[in-house]
């Protein structure tokens, strides 16, 4: 079983700055992407950032230049800095990964139980 676990939420002011971590766990045999998602209440999960493999990132329009998203892959663990926190960044943000779990086996993506972030005007 793989598991993600999340780390770094919480109440920071307009402005400020959170730092979100997700640790994989588990059978691993390779992690090929990792990336950070938000939701809010009646809205679709979408896009923060991901890391892709040999691919580099990406980000949404709506936090580049305010958000970095990193890896260590010696710990299977995937970043979030989010700087200049907007009122408009307050949601559940879900760690993703596409993991295989062996070399014959096929990747299959996991989530994360979510982690509140709230930011205050």
């Known amino acids: 079983q793989v598991q993600l676990v999340e780390s770094g939420g919480g109440l920071v002011q307009a402005g400020g700055s959170l730092r979100l971590s997700c640790v994989a766990s588990?059978?691993?045999?390779?992690?090929?992407?990792m990336g950070w998602y938000r939701q809010v209440p009646g809205k679709q999960r979408e896009l923060v950032a991901i890391i892709i493999s040999g691919a580099g990132t990406n980000y949404a329009d709506s936090v580049k230049g305010r958000f970095t998203i990193s890896r260590d892959n010696a710990k299977n663990t995937v970043y979030l800095q989010m700087n200049g926190l907007k009122p408009e960044d307050t949601a559940v943000y879900y760690c993703n990964a596409r993991i295989a779990v062996s070399r014959l086996m096929g990747e299959y993506m996991y989530w994360g139980q979510g982690t509140q972030v709230t930011v205050s005007s």
């Open positions: 588990g059978s691993i045999f390779s992690i090929n992407a």
